[in-house]
């Protein structure tokens, strides 16, 4: 088998062949890195509408809870304010009882002394 011999005609044109190779390579690489570029821009793009879309989610829900957090304030307010009431109406009728005691062991002692003094007992 005969070797053909290199010539600077097939030099060339394996140069040039080499050449178109490395070009193409680096197109390659050029669009390797524009599309990742934008693959990275358009994550980026997500991120930060997420990250926005997670704040405002956040602060309605700490506005929520304020809200609900003044509701239940209201609430145990309320609910003071009628504990309050009960124990003066408590209050009062403990000193309700207490006086109708008073007047009922009175009218029994002054009753029994009527009847001491009347000799009904014997």
Do not use: C, P, Y
């Not at 390797?32 to 930060?48: M, N, P, Q, V, Y």
């Not at 408590?90 to 029994?108: E, K, P, V």
């Amino acid at each position: 088998m005969a070797r053909d011999a290199w010539t600077d005609e097939r030099i060339d044109d394996l140069a040039a062949k080499q050449d178109k190779g490395f070009a193409d390579v680096k197109d390659d690489i050029r669009d390797l890195r524009s599309h990742t570029e934008r693959g990275f821009a358009d994550s980026k793009s997500e991120i930060r509408e997420l990250r926005s879309h997670t704040e405002r989610g956040f602060a309605d829900s700490k506005s929520e809870i304020r809200d609900l957090r003044s509701h239940v304030d209201r609430g145990f307010a309320r609910v003071d304010a009628d504990v309050r009431e009960l124990r003066a109406d408590m209050n009062g009728l403990q000193r309700n009882m207490t006086t109708w005691f008073i007047a009922l062991t009175s009218s029994i002692v002054v009753l029994a002394a009527a009847v001491v003094g009347a000799g009904v007992v014997a």
